[in-house]
Nanobody, 122 residues
Framework: QVQLVESGGGLVQPGGSLRLSCAAS????????MAWYRQVPGKSRELVAQ???????NYLDSVKGRFTISRDDAKNTVYLQMNSLKPEDTAVYYC????????????????WGQGTQVTVSS
């Protein structure tokens, strides 16, 4: 009932910037927390940044001061601005949202995007 579609990944040189976007669509009643995770092969998925409905945010220590998460509730979209990128930021980035949908009882649960590759390399 809900789809999350990410965009904005790609190849960038160290020190460069990228902006990821994730748009939610479908039978959405409300969106609560939105977040970005990342995963590299052989490792578990890790939380990079999270923003709640009040726009309070928190970040993985290694990205603090370089990444900024934001959201546009009118567009049901969350963004991740990534600056001063490092090779260790290379990963598949996934969008996650806590969504309440238009069904009896207004069920609520987590939804995931399909992932977008970010590669930081010279």
């Amino acid at each position: 009932q809900v789809q999350l579609v990410e965009s904005g990944g790609g190849l960038v040189q160290p020190g460069g910037s990228l902006r990821l976007s994730c748009a939610a669509s479908g039978s959405i009643f409300a969106i609560y927390d939105m977040a970005w995770y990342r995963q590299v092969p052989g490792k578990s998925r890790e939380l990079v940044a999270q923003i709640d409905a009040s726009r309070r945010s928190n970040y993985l220590d290694s990205v603090k001061g370089r990444f900024t998460i934001s959201r546009d509730d009118a567009k049901n979209t969350v963004y991740l601005q990534m600056n001063s990128l490092k090779p260790e930021d290379t990963a598949v980035y996934y969008c996650n949202a806590d969504v309440q949908i238009w069904l009896p009882g207004r069920p609520r649960g987590p939804y995931w995007g399909q992932g977008t590759q970010v590669t930081v390399s010279s």
